[in-house]
């Protein structure tokens, strides 16, 4: 009888090992698909004028002679983290031509990121820091899903700039906020952003512990270290065009949605979202008495959004009030930032 070899059928049909996703694994593949499909002077062009990076490293030229082609791609790239690898990988898949081999490894990559969790699709409106009534607002274009604020727009913010695929950084506010507010490119960014830290604090109104946590992540922003994921305040989430006071008026008790505001969003990327809420009373008791229901209506929410892909972490009032609140929110936002890495 002739020998078999059982192995053999099981190695030439075994699926092919996914990806594993990484920042390595990112940045293996953008560099073999840029240097698979281009030649050393294209990439410059490619990098410097139709992707329009950067080149961060001091006193020299992406031109030099001694580079490499993967020189180059590491001297654009250096010091990124996934998020911002990610973006890249797929501005290359979307803008360039690039080598069908190469094209295939990185989109596998893609997917395989897209698979490991988040929020599908991408934000499309933001809506936040309200300081005073409810904005009213109409589906101007409900293909599109545009809005309109017909009224109380002045109390609160709209980001109308695109969002970008790595996250909103502070640095993307203190951008927007200085051309929103018409204010001259000689006033420094720290200055900007101070004026608008001002400004989202005061959506805050007088909650001692929304401020805490708010002051305490703001102290990331220190020594103009502005290109980190910015934490935006009393952001809408659900809309419902009718005020509670109206509801009541007409005998409807509450609002179909359970939650209209998050007290905190963390864009860290377009599908990577984390939602902070501080938790009084109000969350789970009619006064000094237990509510079930109030109960069971805010975990419900929190269920509902993370099957979306949104983290959701809670902080209790009465722990954010106890000595070192500043130090385990310090503690808890550089785990938070590790992870998101």
């Given at each position: 009888m002739a020998d078999f070899d059982f192995l053999s059928p099981a190695l030439t049909t075994a699926p092919k090992t996914p990806p594993k996703v990484s920042s390595r694994a990112f940045r293996s593949a953008i560099e073999e698909a840029l240097i698979g499909t281009y030649t050393r002077q294209d990439l410059e062009?490619?990098?410097?004028?139709?992707?329009?990076?950067?080149?961060?490293?001091?006193?020299?030229?992406?031109?030099?002679?001694?580079?490499?082609?993967?020189?180059?791609?590491?001297?654009?790239?250096?010091?990124?983290?996934?998020?911002?690898?990610?973006?890249?990988?797929?501005?290359?898949?979307?803008?360039?031509?690039?080598?069908?081999?190469?094209?295939?490894?990185?989109?596998?990559?893609?997917?395989?990121?897209?698979?490991?969790?988040?929020?599908?699709?991408?934000?499309?409106?933001l809506i936040f820091a309200a300081n005073g009534p409810k904005p009213e607002l109409v589906l101007r274009d409900a293909v599109n899903n545009d809005i309109e604020i017909t009224r109380n727009g002045e109390y609160c913010l709209v980001f109308d700039q695109p969002i970008p695929a790595d996250g909103l950084t502070y640095q993307n506010l203190i951008d927007w906020w200085r051309q929103r507010q018409g204010l001259p490119e000689t006033?420094?960014?720290?200055?900007?952003?101070?004026?608008?830290?001002?400004?989202?604090?005061?959506?805050?109104?007088?909650?001692?512990?929304?401020?805490?946590?708010?002051?305490?992540?703001?102290?990331?922003?220190?020594?103009?270290?502005?290109?980190?994921?910015?934490?935006?305040?009393?952001?809408?989430?659900?809309?419902?065009?009718?005020?509670?006071?109206?509801?009541?008026?007409?005998?409807?008790?509450?609002?179909?949605?359970?939650?209209?505001?998050?007290?905190?969003l963390i864009l860290f990327s377009s599908r990577h979202r984390v939602v902070l809420e501080v938790d009084g009373k109000q969350h789970y008791a009619h006064g000094d008495v237990a509510s079930p229901k109030l109960y069971s209506e805010m975990v419900a929410e929190d269920r509902r959004l993370r099957l979306t892909g949104y983290e959701v972490y809670r902080f209790g009032g009465a722990e954010l009030m106890a000595d070192g609140a500043a130090q385990m929110l310090a503690d808890f936002f550089d785990q938070l930032a590790e992870r998101m890495r």
């Open positions: 062009t490619v990098l410097g004028e139709e992707l329009k990076l950067s080149w961060p490293v001091m006193n020299t030229e992406p031109s030099e002679s001694e580079y490499t082609k993967r020189d180059v791609i590491k001297g654009y790239t250096k010091g990124w983290d996934l998020p911002k690898l990610v973006s890249l990988a797929r501005r290359m898949v979307a803008e360039l031509d690039l080598n069908e081999v190469l094209l295939a490894d990185l989109n596998a990559l893609l997917a395989a990121h897209d698979r490991g969790g988040g929020v599908v699709t991408p934000p499309k409106n006033t420094s960014d720290r200055e900007v952003g101070v004026h608008l830290h001002a400004r989202l604090r005061e959506s805050l109104g007088v909650n001692p512990v929304e401020t805490l946590v708010f002051d305490t992540y703001a102290a990331r922003y220190r020594n103009n270290r502005f290109d980190v994921p910015a934490l935006i305040p009393q952001v809408y989430l659900h809309f419902d065009p009718a005020t509670q006071l109206a509801r009541r008026a007409t005998g409807q008790n509450g609002s179909p949605l359970a939650r209209q505001r998050m007290d905190f």
